[in-house]
T-cell receptor, first 110, second 114 residues
Framework: TQLLEQSPQFLSIQEGENLTVYCNSS?????LQWYRQEPGEGPVLLVT?????EVKKLKRLTFQFGDARKDSSLHITAAQPGDTGLYLC??????????FGEGTQLTVNP | DVKVTQSSRYLVKRTGEKVFLECVQD?????MFWYRQDPGLGLRLIYF???????EKGDIPEGYSVSREKKERFSLILESASTNQTSMYLC?????????????FGPGTRLTVT
């Protein structure tokens, strides 16, 4: 099983601050996905990136796929309390299986 | 919208009981998955299925079995529940979209084995 490492594991910030979450692996992925999970619910897909160097924006969230397709980052600008949740990255190598990182628990304090 | 439903949100069972967790998806997805999620361990794949009556072991299949008799339904079975199977169980489905398989999750079943 390929390993996907996320950092930081926990992040607690004030409303209005910026933050970046990292997802790294030694494996090459054909695609990488980011999910957000709220307490007591299943993860919800935020974005899929498939091309090395690709950047996608979703309102205040910016996702980047590394040139070598081994790493990715999620940047949140001006974080809000509604951004609080567990952020998971997941890489696809072959077939339909995904390898998930352990997640970054983000808390945005008002 | 894709909808994945799980039969129970919360379940309490006794050690040794046989436990059935049901998952249904309404979007005709060919792939379905069962994960368990534990603090500090992330999502771990138990079993998955890429077609009716087909199943593949994931990373932690021991103590579990699955059944997929219909395309929309994927069941996880704990033959004899044990306390170390207390966990959050998540079902997901996916289909091929361009070069990726995006997974859609159910709300989860929090299982407690006493």
């Amino acid at each position: 099983t390929q390993l996907l490492e996320q950092s930081p594991q926990f992040l607690s910030i004030q409303e209005g601050e910026n933050l970046t979450v990292y997802c790294n692996s030694s494996s090459v992925f054909s695609s990488l996905q980011w999910y957000r999970q709220e307490p007591g619910e299943g993860p919800v897909l935020l974005v899929t990136v498939v091309t090395g160097g690709e950047v996608k924006k979703l309102k205040r969230l910016t996702f980047q796929f590394g040139d070598a397709r081994k790493d990715s980052s999620l940047h949140i600008t001006a974080a809000q309390p509604g951004d609080t949740g567990l952020y998971l990255c997941a890489g696809q190598t072959s077939g339909s299986r995904l390898t998930f990182g352990e997640g970054t628990q983000l808390t945005v304090n008002p | 919208d894709v909808k994945v439903t799980q039969s129970s949100r919360y379940l309490v069972k006794r050690t040794g009981e046989k436990v059935f967790l049901e998952c249904v998806q309404d979007m005709d997805h060919e792939n379905m998955f069962w994960y368990r999620q534990d603090p500090g361990l992330g999502l771990r794949l138990i079993y998955f299925s890429y077609d009716v009556k087909m199943k593949e072991k994931g990373d932690i299949p021991e103590g579990y079995s699955v059944s997929r008799e219909k395309k929309e339904r994927f069941s996880l079975i704990l033959e004899s529940a044990s306390t170390n199977q207390t966990s959050m169980y998540l079902c997901a489905s996916s289909f091929r979209q361009a070069n990726s398989y995006e997974q859609y999750f159910g709300p989860g079943t929090r299982l407690t084995v006493t």
